[in-house]
C-alpha cells in the first residue's frame, strides 16, 4: 500500500523538478511548483496514514501547504501580469526588471 502512493508522488516531483528546471516561460514555473506541492501532499497523506490512522497531522499539514500554495500562485500570476504588462513578454531569461 505504502509504495502504490508514494511512486506518483515521486513521478510528480521529478516531473515538477525537470519542468521547473526548463522552463523558459514565466507562467510554466509556477506550474511545476504546484506539481512539486502536490507531490509533496500525497507523501504527507501516505505516511501520516501509514504511520498513525487516527490523527491527521498530515492532513491538516497539507491542508495548509495547499493555502500557501495558492496564494503564491495569485501573487506570482499577478506579478506575471504586471511584467508582461510593461515588457510584452514572459520569458524567464529576458526577465531584468528588479536589477539594478
Known sequence: MLEHAL???AFLFC???YGLITSR???RAP???ESIFNAVNINLV???NFLDIQQVKGEIFSISIVAIAAAEAAIGLAIVLAIYRNRKSIRIDQFN???W
Open 7 to 9: 511512486i506518483p508522488g
Open 97 to 99: 526588471l528588479l536589477k
Open 15 to 17: 516531473i515538477g523538478i
Open 25 to 27: 516561460s514565466m507562467i
Open 31 to 33: 506550474m511545476c511548483l
Open 46 to 48: 501516505t505516511f501520516s
